[in-house]
């Protein structure tokens, strides 16, 4: 696992290291409030498929006070080391990635054998924010269920982009046979794309919910994939497939030319979530029991992979605190003590937060590393 993490230009690090010298496998970042705690689980971030923990674009992580115009992240492991990085100037927008000294394409070496899963502060807030931030909740479970997921999302993305441009351009007046037939070509690719990401996203929910926790600590919950494809696809199987979305997307051609999106897909799916014991939706829980809800979907998902993925799982839990009791916070530590205890060399757990006592219950299990003034000290 981790014994090396190298930050060099990246965010409000010029230049931080970070080592790990034995083999407890929880580390527990603390400091105030914009010191830069979250900085280094983003960094971390950069190695998984998606965007990273924040969203960000690649120029927002560079430096800003640094005359460099680049950033890169470094982490060694028992096997190798691994750069993740981005370079602008002379080769402008280039992501660069590493083995050791070799220049690769990307980190599939990496992620081959390692994969990262997180909650951040602003996942809190997931019930009560857009259907967009649960439908990328779900997709980076499902981008570590199934390698292929993201690439699905993206060539989704792309090619309903490019149907909208086609049908804008023909906004009221009838389609010619050529644009027709192109139509019909990215429709049927659309449509094949569409239904493995829903596919991909109901089995990921339809597991979370075999795999909650179900011992009284965290709320019992049910969840599942709502939308008009969803529903199609639940309701009449093996009836609603490709085919019948290639005609529904058809058939919505002229409204969504005037809507200027896609009507119909995965694009519109919502992940919903109900507090069994309470019978009421999770976005109308308090804040505590929607954090206690998405920590146990969250949990199960992690229970999950542990038992059936045999890389090694990077978890990134960024200011796991807040909106907890000390009881409630008590229980999410023993939790994560109890999965690195069960899978010691599968499992490497990264914490934050303002208060170093709010950790004490780990203070036997973890590193602790003072995160100030940029930079990260032992202690």
Not at 113 to 142: G, H, K, Q, V
Not at 346 to 368: H, M, P, Q, R, Y
Request: hydrophobic share 40%; aromatic share 10%.
């Amino acid at each position: 696992m981790f014994k090396k993490l190298h930050l060099s230009n990246f965010r409000n690090y010029i230049d931080a290291r970070l080592s790990l010298d034995d083999k407890r496998n929880i580390v527990v970042l603390y400091g105030e409030n914009g010191e830069g705690k979250t900085n280094v689980l983003e960094a971390i971030s950069t190695f998984s498929e998606t965007s990273g923990l924040r969203k960000a674009s690649r120029e927002d992580m560079i430096n800003k006070d640094s005359v460099n115009d680049f950033w890169n992240v470094a982490i060694e492991t028992e096997d190798a080391e691994f750069s993740s990085g981005y370079l602008m100037g002379k080769e402008s927008g280039k992501r660069v990635y590493k083995v050791g000294d070799k220049r690769v394409r990307n980190l599939s070496e990496f992620r081959d054998n390692n994969y990262l899963l997180w909650m951040t502060y602003e996942t809190d807030r997931l019930f009560a924010s857009a259907p967009s931030d649960r439908r990328e909740f779900i997709d980076m479970l499902c981008c570590v269920k199934d390698k292929s997921h993201n690439v699905l999302v993206r060539s989704y993305e792309r090619l309903t982009k490019e149907r909208l441009k086609i049908l804008k351009l023909n906004l009221g007046k009838p389609i010619l046979a050529d644009t027709a037939k192109w139509l019909d070509i990215i429709e049927a690719k659309i449509a094949d794309l569409g239904l493995k990401i829903a596919d991909n996203r109901i089995i990921v929910s339809r597991e979370l919910e075999k795999f909650q926790l179900r011992n009284g600590e965290f709320p019992e919950f049910k969840n599942q994939m709502t939308g008009s494809l969803e529903k199609s696809i639940i309701e009449k199987e093996v009836d609603f497939r490709l085919e019948s979305y290639k005609s529904e997307l058809k058939d919505r051609r002229q409204k969504d030319g005037f809507a200027g999106s896609t009507t119909f897909g995965p694009n519109r799916s919502d992940w919903k979530v109900i507090h069994v014991e309470k019978q009421i939706a999770a976005e109308l829980c308090s804040a505590g029991e929607q954090k206690m809800l998405l920590s146990g979907a969250f949990l199960a998902f992690v229970v999950r992979n542990l038992k059936y993925d045999e890389r090694n799982l990077i978890l990134l839990l960024d200011d796991v605190s807040a909106h907890l009791d000390s009881r409630h916070r008590a229980l999410i530590f023993k939790y994560v003590r109890s999965l690195v205890a069960q899978n010691l060399n599968k499992i490497s757990v990264w914490l934050s937060g303002t208060d170093k006592t709010f950790f004490d219950e780990l203070k036997e299990d973890a590193f602790f590393f003072n995160v100030h003034d940029n930079l990260i000290e032992r202690g």
